[in-house]
């Protein structure tokens, strides 16, 4: 079974042509209008893919800034995201990215082994 192309709809193409790729003019004009929608339906999710092995390196995936990160990355792929809105959608997913890693990071720390090492400090500095 075919769908059609366009980002967001899922109309099934058995009863048009072999080579249709849309449903509707609507469809085809709205992904030739939006280039960041004509570059969603070819990178088919290498933000999120590449978002997504980020946060787990820092292993920070499963974090709710890591998982809000993947979401709009998502919505970025499936080209929700376009035109004047993208350079905020950017600017957050790099927020969430970095909010997430840091999140990551304070879970490793052990609180003990954080008040062992201020001590230290105090110790050396005193």
Known sequence: MRRCQ??????DLSGKSSTAKFC???CRKRVQRNP???AARKRSGTLAKTVRAELTRVRAQNTVPGQLAIDLAKQIDRGEIAGAAMAGAARQLDALVDKAAAAGRSADVDPI???RARRERKLVAG
């Open 113 to 115: 082994d954080e008040l």
């Open 6 to 11: 366009a980002p967001g709809c899922s109309v």
């Open 24 to 26: 509707s003019d609507r």
């Open 36 to 38: 960041a929608a004509k």
